[in-house]
Structures are given as structure tokens and as C-alpha cells.
């Protein structure tokens, strides 16, 4: 669980929080037209605000609840329920958050290349972008959109910059995201 074990409870509490307060309007999200709801929770004093509710930021925190305190099948079990039984609009609703999130870090990257100084310090909030897309990836499976080749070109783009080394983001999300998996968060950028 980590050298802080308070601390990882209170943020997979926080986690959890996000999943569990998004479930109940779940179905309404994904028969609507928007991609980026509101979040479906609030954050409790001290803690960052929570992010919109997409597909992609519900599972990862839900892996990062995992990580960092185990023990959430039945929140899993409920998402995955709600997910299969709205299939078609879960993912069509992937397919664009995959898109949509895919620019963004393709538009990062192409930053990173122009001004490698200017933006290498803000590579460690911006690898989440390529962490959710992973994420929505292998929900997704063989039905990624067309554009999803593109981020085969955005790896090679990234490994031209990319020092390999220590995990970057907290250690106990490390054992949700390994090496092999999330190679991405095992180094850093230079500035040049």
C-alpha cells in the first residue's frame, strides 16, 4: 500500500468517490450528445478537483482505487454491468473520448518538439492523456476508431525525447500501471 498508507486511502477514497457518484448517471451520459459531462462529484476540501466524466477518467480512477487500496469488485462489477448492457453507446462514446484525447496528446507531442524547454516540465500531467488512452484502448479492443494508428506515430515521436527511469507519478499507482504496459511512465523529458 505504500510508505503513506493514510494517504493512499484518502485518495483512493477519493477514487472511489469519482466512480461511485458517476455510476447513477451513467446511462444519461452515455445516451447524450455531449462527451465531457460535469463531474459527477465533489472534491472534499484539500483534495484537486475532480475532472469531467468521461468513460476514460472512470476507469482510471478506478484503477488507481485499486492500486491504491484494493478490494473494489463490486464498484467494477457495476460499471462493467451498466457498460455492457448500454454497449453500443459506451462505445461510440470510447471511440470519441479515444479521438478527442488522441489530438490532445498528439498536439502535446508536437509541442514537445518544437519547444522540447517549454514544455518538458509538463510532461508528467500530460502523460495522463496516453495513460487514458491506453486505458480506453484495451476497453475498446478491436473497435478503436480510424484514427487510433496515430498514436503508434505519437509513441515513436515521444521515445525521440523520452529518458527511461523511475516511475513518475506516485508509487502506488505503480502496480496499476507497469513497465511493460505503461512504458510511458517510467522516465521523464529532458529540457534540451
Known amino acids: 500500500m505504500g510508505l503513506f498508507p493514510l494517504y493512499n486511502r484518502v485518495m483512493a477514497d477519493y477514487d472511489l468517490r469519482y466512480v461511485q457518484e458517476a455510476l447513477p448517471h451513467l446511462k444519461d451520459y452515455l445516451f447524450s450528445d455531449e462527451l465531457f459531462w460535469p463531474a459527477p462529484a465533489n472534491n472534499q476540501r484539500g483534495e484537486p478537483a475532480y475532472p469531467s466524466l468521461t468513460l476514460g477518467n472512470l476507469f482510471y480512477h478506478l484503477e488507481a482505487a485499486k492500486a491504491r487500496a484494493g478490494g473494489f469488485a463490486g464498484t467494477e462489477t457495476e460499471l462493467n454491468a451498466i457498460l455492457d448492457k448500454w454497449r453500443t453507446h459506451a462505445e ?52 478503436l476508431p480510424l484514427d487510433a494508428g496515430m498514436l503508434t506515430a505519437g509513441d515513436s ?14 508509487a502506488d499507482l505503480q502496480q496499476a500501471f507497469s513497465k511493460k504496459n505503461y512504458w510511458y511512465l517510467y522516465g521523464t523529458i529532458p529540457a534540451r
Not at 478527442?100 to 508528467?124: C, I, V
Not at 515521436?157 to 506516485?170: C, N, Q, Y
Open 92 to 143: 461510440h462514446k470510447m471511440q470519441k473520448e479515444f479521438s478527442s484525447r488522441l489530438r490532445q496528446w498528439l498536439a502535446y507531442l508536437n509541442d514537445l518538439t518544437q519547444k522540447p524547454r517549454d514544455n518538458a516540465a509538463a510532461y508528467s500531467s500530460q502523460v495522463r492523456q496516453r495513460v487514458v488512452l491506453a486505458l480506453i484502448a484495451d476497453a475498446l479492443g478491436n473497435k
Open 157 to 170: 515521436k515521444l521515445k525521440s525525447h523520452f529518458k527511461s527511469g523511475a516511475f513518475l507519478w506516485e
